[in-house]
């Protein structure tokens, strides 16, 4: 991701304004962006600056909705740390990969509070119905008047977990036979092939997996890398293949 910072030396402002004129500048700005015009005294003795709303922006479109106040004052005050606005947006680049770009839009040097000039009642419907809004919970309790028919019916009990008590059950029945017993017979699953998966070796003998794994790790090696990833082998003292023999996996 590219870092544009042609912007670094340009001084802005950090603005905190009411959550109803962000709303209202959203949803009523025009394409051009202008939401209103900012009045600055000169006199520094008084160091006001008035934010006055653009027209558009304040009318309400129901001459019953609470109007919303032209001018507001900004509090200035100043900043502890180093600030910077960032932007984010296609780099513009040709290639087929299109990629995110960074800039910086500039180094925040004041922070001011937007605060109405002369708040009015109107003001005050504003701030509670702000206030109500966010309170609102996301999700609400709703009374059916009728009985749903396309949604997913309770059942007693999960595939995934009938499937489970399935293999607990058959692996109780598989009655331990003796090491020496299964030795030969994973001796002689060998002989017919050099790689087995787990899944294949208790087909075979037919014996609990946890058993079956602590008398393969005496006489068998797991592979973890490939050709042969996931398949046990016997260990070196125990194969007795030619040097032209072949290896098989289990299919």
Same mark, same amino acid.
């Not at 109780?172 to 017919?192: H, I, M």
């Given at each position: 991701m590219e870092l544009d910072c042609n912007g670094a030396g340009r001084?802005? &402002?950090?603005?905190?304004?009411?959550?109803?004129?962000?709303?209202?500048?959203?949803?009523? #700005?025009?394409? @051009?962006g202008?939401?209103?015009?900012?009045?600055?005294?000169?006199n520094p003795q008084k160091n006001e600056i008035i934010y006055r709303l653009a027209e558009p922006i304040a009318v309400g479109e129901d001459s019953s909705e609470a109007k919303v106040p032209r001018d507001f004052k900004l509090l200035m005050s100043k900043v502890e740390q180093p600030l910077v606005v960032l932007s984010e947006g296609p780099s513009g680049a040709e290639d087929e990969e299109m990629t995110e770009k960074l800039a910086v839009e500039g180094r925040?040097?004041?922070? #001011?509070?937007?605060?109405?000039?002369?708040? +009015?009642?109107? =003001?005050?419907?504003?701030?509670?119905?702000?206030?109500?809004?966010? @309170?609102k919970p996301a999700r609400q309790a709703q009374q059916l008047k009728k009985i749903?028919?396309? #949604?997913?019916?309770?059942?007693?009990?999960?595939?995934m977990n009938i499937e489970y008590k399935k293999k607990k059950k058959?692996?109780?029945?598989? #009655?331990?036979?003796?090491?020496?017993?299964?030795?030969?017979?994973?001796?002689?699953?060998?002989?017919?092939h050099q790689y087995y998966n787990l899944k294949d070796l208790?087909?075979?003998?037919?014996?609990?997996?946890?058993?079956?794994?602590?008398?393969?790790?005496?006489?068998?090696?797991?592979?973890?890398?490939?050709?042969?990833?996931?398949? &046990?082998?016997?260990?070196?003292?125990?194969?007795? =293949?030619?040097?032209?023999?072949?290896?098989?996996? +289990? +299919?």
């Open positions: 001084d802005v &402002w950090l603005v905190k304004v009411p959550k109803y004129l962000s709303n209202l500048w959203m949803e009523k #700005a025009d394409p @051009s202008i939401v209103g015009t900012l009045k600055i005294n000169k925040v040097v004041q922070r #001011a509070d937007c605060r109405p000039l002369n708040p +009015s009642n109107d =003001y005050f419907l504003h701030k509670r119905k702000s206030i109500q809004v966010a @309170s749903v028919t396309n #949604a997913y019916k309770p059942v007693s009990d999960h595939k058959d692996e109780g029945k598989r #009655a331990r036979a003796t090491e020496e017993d299964v030795k030969a017979s994973l001796f002689s699953a060998f002989e017919q208790v087909h075979k003998t037919q014996q609990p997996i946890v058993y079956l794994k602590s008398i393969l790790k005496e006489i068998a090696q797991y592979n973890t890398k490939n050709p042969h990833k996931n398949m &046990w082998e016997l260990k070196p003292e125990y194969r007795h =293949y030619g040097k032209n023999t072949e290896d098989k996996d +289990s +299919s």
